[in-house]
Each structure stands twice: as structure tokens, then as C-alpha cells.
């Protein structure tokens, strides 16, 4: 039996540097697979930061806005109501997102 027409896979890119990783997670109906708290520790496994690393996680929208994705609500509406697969978002290191907004 195959998926369910509200399941299906979801692709997230993951870009840090210049470094650019991929993985898959699931949706069901209207809940992600994963929650902020997993995607950080993925995002600290897949390019080998510390745990304590400090980063800003941004996506663009469909509307091409700039979002940022701070909490469990942020990437639920992302991931969920936004028709975008893959997901692309950046990771952009505290002290490095800071230099930016100077």
C-alpha cells in the first residue's frame, strides 16, 4: 500500500558556507516529522558544529521574502503550507549573521 494522498515526502537543502547537504523527512497531512530541535541537531551532525554552536536558520518564501526560521510554528508554516520541496535554508554562523548587520 503506498502513501496516503496528505503524506509524502519532503526534502530539505541545507547550505552552511559553501558547503550544501541534503536530507529527506515525511509529512503527514499537516505535521512535519520534525521540529526545530531535531532540525538543529541534524543541521550541528550533517556539517560537524558544536553543540553550543550559536546560527541563524533563513529561508526564502514563496513570495521571495527572506524568513527567518526561529521556532516550531516558523517551520510547520514553511514546510507545510508553502509549496516548497525542497525547503532550502541557509545556516548562517551567529558571529557571521552579525557581521552582516553591521
Known amino acids: 500500500m503506498g502513501p496516503r494522498a496528505n503524506e509524502r515526502d519532503f526534502v530539505i537543502k541545507v547550505k552552511c558556507g559553501d558547503t550544501p547537504k541534503r536530507f529527506s523527512t ?9 521540529n526545530m530541535t531535531r532540525l538543529r541537531k541534524k543541521i550541528i551532525n550533517l556539517f560537524k558544529l558544536s553543540p553550543e554552536a550559536d546560527f541563524v536558520r533563513i529561508c526564502i518564501d514563496v513570495d521571495g521574502d527572506i524568513v527567518a526560521l526561529d521556532d516550531d510554528d516558523e517551520l510547520h508554516e514553511t514546510a507545510i503550507n508553502q509549496p516548497l520541496n525542497p525547503l532550502r535554508i541557509s545556516v548562517l554562523l551567529r558571529s557571521n549573521a552579525m557581521m552582516g548587520m553591521t
Open 26 to 34: 515525511y509529512i503527514y497531512g499537516d505535521m512535519i516529522d520534525h
